[in-house]
Antibody, heavy 119, light 106 residues
Framework: EVQLVESGGGLVQPGRSLRLACTAS????????VSWVRQAPGKGLEWVGF??????????EHAASVEGRFLISRDDSNSIAYLQMDSLKTEDTAVYYC??????????WGQGTLVTVSS | EIVLTQSPATLSLSPGEGATLSCRAS??????LSWYQQKPGQAPRLLIY???NRATGIPARFSGSGSGTDFTLTISSLEPEDFAVYYC????????FGPGTKVDIK
């Protein structure tokens, strides 16, 4: 069974850092790109970024709104994708989801992890 | 950045009726357009990928069409479980989501 599980969320002060993990199982993780998406309370979905497979160079891309503060990476040997978030702002408060990308779409999603940025 | 606009914002319908949801892109996204359904407290669920392909396990009452900048999600006959928020997403250049269309019960 394909599963993705996000972890690492919690309460953090503005300006601090947090690293989220997306742990996958049930499929060959290295064969798939992984994306991160967030959803602020009561709001819509926002694409945060994605990371390519090693076959396609393994490079990440990030949304302009988080470029320079967030960094996506992957550890294929442990089937984990990471979202490193630095210089956090109150507007980064959201549920963060990861998904497996197939044909340019997210066919399997995690359940999400809540990040609250507040003093 | 490619901006996606969805219309209408809200669609009030009764079970059994058909629904037509629109998604328009500010620039061509070719066919890199997907549709998702989201219910409260749940992760989004993929319905349609590459504009017109149903994802695994998605009922045939859901269909997608369009290319370039104009796309449509059609639900032929609404079931009670279809009342939810629907988002379109492009992955032609980076990624963006539309603001969503809420389909609620009339």
């Amino acid at each position: 069974e394909v599963q993705l599980v996000e972890s690492g969320g919690g309460l953090v002060q503005p300006g601090r850092s947090l690293r989220l993990a997306c742990t996958a199982s049930g499929f060959n993780f290295g064969d798939y790109a992984v994306s991160w998406v967030r959803q602020a309370p009561g709001k819509g979905l926002e694409w945060v970024g994605f990371i390519r497979t090693k076959t396609y160079g393994g490079a990440p891309e990030h949304a302009a709104s988080v470029e320079g503060r967030f960094l996506i990476s992957r550890d294929d040997s442990n089937s984990i994708a990471y979202l490193q978030m630095d210089s956090l702002k109150t507007e980064d408060t959201a549920v963060y989801y990861c998904y497996r990308e197939l044909n340019g779409a997210g066919d399997y999603w995690g359940q999400g992890t809540l990040v609250t940025v507040s003093s | 950045e490619i901006v996606l606009t969805q219309s209408p914002a809200t669609l009030s319908l009764s079970p059994g009726e058909g629904a037509t949801l629109s998604c328009r892109a500010s620039h061509s996204v070719n066919s890199y357009l997907s549709w998702y359904q989201q219910k409260p407290g749940q992760a989004p669920r993929l319905l349609i990928y590459a504009a017109s392909n149903r994802a695994t396990g998605i009922p045939a009452r859901f269909s997608g069409s369009g290319s370039g900048t104009d796309f449509t999600l059609t639900i032929s006959s609404l079931e009670p479980e279809d009342f939810a928020v629907y988002y379109c997403q492009q992955r032609d250049y980076r990624g963006t989501f539309g603001p969503g269309t809420k389909v609620d019960i009339k």
